[in-house]
Antibody
């Protein structure tokens, strides 16, 4: 059974940093690209970032480019999102999602999702 | 970026109704479209990929159609478990983009 378990969310002041983690199990982690998708309260889904199976290809939404850094550790079956210079508009539930391709910029939809971790940005 | 527009934003229907949701892309995405269902407090669930391919385990009352710029998700006979928000997502052009969602409510 595929499981994606996010952690690391919490309350953070504007301008500060936070690191999210996602622990994956039930599939061959290093065969697939992995992604972060977020959902602001009461809003729709927004793809945030993705990383290819071997970390050679990484992509970001314009809204987080230069502030967020995605990474993965295939030995630990884990995905990470380092978020810095956080803004009020970054407040959202952050989902870890398994891609359906090994490359982040090629034909990815999301067949498994974690339960999400909530990031609250407020002073 | 490709813009995905869903209609309607909200839909009121009764159990047993046939329900259709439309998703339009700002340019042709061939058949590279997925549909997700999201219930309150839970993660999205993949229903359909490649416009019309049913994900394993998804009831056959769900179907998808379309290509190019116009797509539909149809629920042939709405069940109580189907009241949820539905999202389309294109995966032809990076970055991946979603529609704004269609909430299916009880009439």
């Amino acid at each position: 059974e595929v499981q994606l378990v996010e952690s690391g969310g919490g309350l953070v002041q504007p301008g500060r940093s936070l690191r999210l983690s996602c622990a994956a199990s039930g599939f061959t982690f290093d065969d697939y690209a992995m992604h972060w998708v977020r959902q602001a309260p009461g809003k729709g889904l927004e793809w945030v970032s993705g990383v290819s199976w071997d970390s050679s290809s990484i992509g970001y939404a314009d809204s987080v480019m230069g502030r967020f850094t995605i990474s993965r550790d295939n030995a630990k079956n884990s995905l990470y999102l380092q978020m810095s210079s956080l803004r009020a508009e970054d407040m959202a539930l952050y989902y870890c999602a398994k891609g359906t391709s090994s490359m982040t910029t090629v034909m990815n939809y999301f067949d498994y999702w974690g339960q999400g971790t909530l990031v609250t940005v407020s002073s | 970026d490709i813009q995905m527009t869903q209609s309607p934003s909200t839909l009121s229907a009764s159990v047993g109704d046939r329900v259709t949701i439309t998703c339009r892309a700002s340019q042709s995405i061939s058949s590279w479209l997925a549909w997700y269902q999201q219930k309150p407090g839970t993660a999205p669930k993949l229903l359909i990929y490649k416009a019309s391919s049913l994900e394993t385990g998804v009831p056959s009352r769900f179907s998808g159609s379309g290509s190019g710029t116009e797509f539909t998700l149809t629920i042939s006979s709405l069940q109580p478990d189907d009241f949820a928000t539905y999202y389309c997502q294109q995966y032809n052009f990076y970055p991946w983009t979603f529609g704004q969602g269609t909430k299916v409510e009880i009439k």
